[in-house]
Structure formats: C-alpha cells, structure tokens
C-alpha cells in the first residue's frame, strides 16, 4: 500500500530556511501536497504540486518534487516564529483522489 | 460560503455509547471524506463518498459506518464506541475538476472513556 514517511522534527533559527522533506511510494500519485497545522486547528493548505511538475514556487515557500527519487521537499525562506506548526506531506491517488498522508514534521523557529 | 463545518466540536462518550458525527459542505462537492488524527501520527482515511447515496471504505474503517443521504452531509457513525476510537476526526470535500483540492473542516474531539 502507499506509505509517506517524514522525519518529526525541524529547529531552525527565525530568519534561516526550512527544508522539510518526505518521501513516498505510489507513482500514480496525481498530486502531492503540503498542509499546515498548528496547535489545536485544523490542516490548512499550503501549496500542492502536480505529478509532472519538478518545482513550483509559491511566495516564500519552495516546492521541489524528485519523481524518480519519489522525495518531495518544502522549503520555506525567512523562516518567522508565526511558522512553527506541524508540516504534513500527502499524496493523492485512488478513483476519488484520496490522501494519505505522511507522520508530520514537527516545525520549530527559535528567536 | 461555511465551507466545510462539523457537528459537534467536542464530545466525551463512555465505551459502548454510540454516536454520529455531522460533516456539513455548502460547495456541491461531490466527494466527501472522514479522516482521524492520533498524537504523532498523520490523518488516516476511515470513509469516503463519490456521491450522493455512495460510500467506501478506506485504510481504518472498522468501528466506524456511515451514510451520505444527501450530497452536502456526510454523517459518520460509531454504533458501539471504544477508547481506542478516542481521537479527532476531520472531515472534507472536493470537487470533481482535476485541479479541486480538499477542503478541510475544523474537527471533532471525541474522547471514549
């Protein structure tokens, strides 16, 4: 079956820039996406790229997918205190485009 | 436009109760979702519906039934609830266009004592 895997932790100091990675299974996965969650909330939308797509570039946030590797990477630039929340990974595929969805990736900025 | 809302935000239930949780979508999305979300892991799908009158099992369905009568509701069921169903639940919507994305409701806080 699909099976997304994120490492848990990330600290960076507010300024520098994040990387979270994940890497997953399926290759018939459509798209592959980036949510946000901060205490208590639920998952926002932070930006999604498309299966035949090698990078997309939001703001200050950075998406590169690896197809061949099947990593996907997150990169967000001038890391602030405002984003320290859990980062999950997730991947569409299935007849009514199901996610699954990677462990999280605990995000923490230090002043 | 609510988006997607649920009903109840909180509930505490003793093993056996049973239950039903409302998802509520006001953007004629033709799928719907219920996922659940335990500590240190990501959400995983329990149910899921492509249409009004239709629902599908997904990864962790087992404990759980539910019932999409009309095209904006999407009601998940515990007939006999136990701890380890103790969790929050989310649930979401999405269009059929190849670009929709899903759309998320607030949660549901369901401790099972």
């Known amino acids: 079956g699909e099976d997304v895997e994120q490492s848990l932790f990330l600290s960076v100091r507010e300024g520098d820039s994040s990387v979270i990675n994940c890497t997953y299974t399926?290759?018939?996965?459509?798209?592959l996406y980036w949510y946000k969650q901060e205490p208590g909330a639920g998952l926002q939308l932070l930006t999604y790229?498309?299966?035949?797509?090698d990078m997309k570039q939001d703001q200050r946030l950075t998406v590169l997918l690896n197809k061949k590797d099947k990593h996907l990477s997150l990169r967000i630039a001038d890391t602030q205190t405002g984003d320290s929340a859990i980062y999950f990974c997730?991947?569409?595929?299935?007849?009514?485009?199901?996610?699954?969805f990677g462990s999280g990736t605990q995000l923490t900025v230090l002043p | 436009n609510a988006g997607v809302t649920q009903t109840p935000k909180f509930r505490v239930l003793k093993t056996g109760q049973s239950m039903t949780l409302l998802c509520a979508q006001d953007?004629?999305?033709?799928?719907m979702y219920w996922y659940r979300q335990d500590p240190g892991m990501g959400l995983r799908l329990i149910h899921y519906?492509?249409?009004?009158?239709?629902?599908a099992k997904g990864e962790v369905p087992d404990g759980y039934n539910v019932s999409r009568l009309k095209k904006q509701n999407f009601l998940l069921g515990l007939e006999s609830a136990a701890p380890s169903q103790t969790s929050v639940y989310f649930c979401?919507?999405?269009?059929?266009?190849?670009?929709?994305?899903?759309?998320f409701g607030p949660g549901t806080r369901l401790l099972v004592l």
């Open positions: 997730a991947e569409s595929c299935g007849s009514a485009r199901q996610l699954t």
């Open positions: 399926d290759s018939s996965s459509t798209y």
């Open positions: 790229i498309f299966s035949n797509m």
């Open positions: 953007m004629n999305h033709e799928y």
């Open positions: 519906s492509v249409g009004e009158g239709t629902t």
């Open positions: 979401a919507s999405m269009g059929t266009g190849w670009r929709e994305t899903q759309y």
